[in-house]
């Protein structure tokens, strides 16, 4: 459960960047890599996906059967409740390891936390929280690192095992493959309702605020073992740069262009009316400027639906590129898996990282 308005303690309010895990803007890590330049390591040798694929992990060989995935992820507060940010910033650093079809294996704690006026027993709720996570996965907690903080963050280091030969990556989509979206979008826009106080106990406030909690907690371990199984080769988690910040990566990293139905995409509840109001993330409204220029929106898309397809993710679900054929029995394990999984789009010949959202249904 969502904590209370009223909580002694409001998380949120601690965090200038809460109603997301605000990554850095696409652009601006674009402008970071090129500067370090040579000091990131592309994929060679046994480093199957490094620091320039703009994958979600990175993974090193071990032999021919096993692969190490190495991830980390940490954040500010977008929840007042300490036990619910663990749990949401733990399935958010593990969903890396599911993205790339690993398993994670071991994790570190990764704290910051103000020296005075927030009490100890709070973080450890946080890791609390995270350490449920974990075990739910199968992964080991062991320790970690924690510092003095003015802004409390939390996060975890992740390892995970892969086989080699079945790595979900994001450039590995092809001409004709349909898109799976695993869960709904709107994470963002009930955050940063949260943030500025607009629920106030109302039934419906709070029955939002549990809906993306359970989203956002909810690991994406079961998504990942469908694609795997219904041989998903391509692959990533949506986060911070929205499901069409996501989806614009993969297709230009495939060479494709991509077609998205609006109609498709899972919403939170109240997600929409929220856009509506006005609760608009400083995240989304950087992937709105970012994408300008890459997304052709049809004018008969309702203007909130367009703003949550660019909604900052937290531990969103996984974005699969799967073939039409695998489609079917993929969609019934994941429902049956009570995911609200649909066939959001899908992957076409031209200009790389183009999108193309329609108002209408796809054809066929």
């Not at 090193?60 to 991830?71: E, G, Q």
């Not at 910051?112 to 075990?135: K, M, S, T, Y």
């Not at 996060?155 to 450039?171: K, N, Q």
């Not at 993710?313 to 394990?333: C, I, N």
């Amino acid at each position: 459960m969502a904590a209370p308005a009223d909580k002694a303690v409001r998380l949120t309010s601690l965090s200038p960047g809460a109603g997301c895990a605000c990554k850095l803007p696409l652009a601006k890590l674009e402008e970071l890599f090129a500067a370090v330049g040579p000091g990131l390591r592309p994929a060679s040798g046994d480093l199957l996906i490094g620091a320039l694929e703009g994958d979600d992990a990175a993974v090193l060989r071990l032999d021919d059967a096993r692969a190490l995935v190495l991830t980390t992820d940490f954040f500010t507060p977008i929840v007042d409740d300490p036990y619910d940010w663990g749990r949401i910033a733990a399935a958010n650093a593990l969903s890396d390891v599911y993205a790339m079809g690993g398993r994670p294996l071991i994790a570190v704690n990764l704290a910051a936390w103000p020296g005075d006026g927030l009490p100890i027993a709070l973080l450890g709720d946080v890791l609390r929280g995270g350490a449920e996570v974990a075990a739910r996965a199968g992964c080991l907690v062991a320790g970690g690192h924690t510092i003095d903080d003015p802004v409390p963050k939390y996060g975890m280091a992740v390892v995970g095992l892969a086989d080699p030969d079945r790595l979900l990556a994001i450039d590995r989509v092809t001409a004709g493959d349909l898109l799976v979206l695993t869960k709904a979008v709107g994470t963002s826009a009930v955050a940063t309702a949260l943030k500025h106080g607009a629920f106030q106990q109302s039934a419906a406030g709070v029955g939002a605020v549990d809906s993306a909690v359970a989203s956002m907690a909810l690991l994406n371990a079961g998504a990942s073992e469908a694609a795997l199984r219904a041989g998903v080769r391509a692959a990533t988690d949506v986060t911070g740069f929205g499901l069409l910040g996501h989806l614009h990566r993969m297709s230009r990293a495939s060479g494709l262009a991509a077609d998205v139905y609006a109609g498709r995409v899972p919403l939170l509840p109240a997600a929409a009316e929220l856009i509506e109001a006005g609760f608009v993330s400083g995240g989304t409204r950087a992937n709105l400027a970012r994408l300008a220029g890459v997304v052709d929106v049809d004018p008969g898309v309702p203007a909130a639906v367009s703003v949550l397809l660019h909604d900052a993710q937290t531990s969103g679900g996984l974005l699969l590129a799967a073939r039409a054929d695998a489609v079917p029995e993929l969609l019934a394990e994941l429902r049956a898996g009570g995911l609200p999984a649909a066939v959001i789009g899908r992957a076409a010949d031209g200009e790389p990282g183009r999108i193309t959202v329609h108002a209408g249904e796809p054809p066929g």
